[in-house]
């Protein structure tokens, strides 16, 4: 990529397509067109639009099959140079974040993660300790990621 990348992780399944895709667009646009943001859910969206609560999967369409979820995330994840977390205001734990933080620790990408304070279910040491900036909200995350992605922050 000829342009600094951020994967934009955080929960979906459980969530509406509204819920867990309006946050990574307005980081999109806030990151505006210096940086891009690799948003899990771009060429779903049809398939999404009008199931209500989002499952963790869908067999009749390969990017929404679990081998293309994990395989394309994955490489999202591993080109990306740097991965912010959103994980506000979560119900219970994503099992399909937490997966993405290990690959972005393994990979020594640095991971800017958005939680409160206290109360989230994903307030474990194991995934606290390996992120690079904890913030409490997306203003404060989009400021992280443009100050380390572009020259001059």
């Known amino acids: 990529m000829d342009k600094p990348s ?3 992780a955080g929960p979906i399944s459980g969530q509406t397509l509204d819920g867990c895709n309006d946050w990574r ?3 999109m646009q806030k990151l505006g067109p210096e940086i891009v943001g690799l ?3 771009r060429s779903k969206k049809a398939r999404l639009s009008g199931v ?3 499952s963790d999967h869908y067999d009749d369409e390969p990017l929404t099959r679990l081998p293309g979820i994990v395989g394309r995330d994955r490489f999202d994840v591993m080109r990306a140079d740097m991965v912010l977390v959103n ?3 979560a119900q219970r734990i994503s099992l399909g974040t937490v997966m993405e933080v290990a690959w972005a620790d393994l990979l020594r990408k640095p991971v800017v993660l958005v939680m409160e ?3 989230n279910p994903h307030e474990h040491g194991m995934f606290t300790q390996v992120v690079s900036w904890r913030v409490e909200t ?3 995350a989009v ?8 020259p001059g922050g």
């Open 138 to 140: 997306l203003e404060e």
């Open 6 to 8: 951020v994967y934009l």
């Open 25 to 27: 667009e307005w980081v």
């Open 87 to 89: 994980v506000l205001q």
């Open 117 to 119: 304070p206290q109360g």
């Open 143 to 150: 400021r992280v990621v443009r100050a380390v992605l572009l």
């Open 39 to 41: 948003n899990p859910l």
């Open 52 to 54: 209500g609560q989002i």
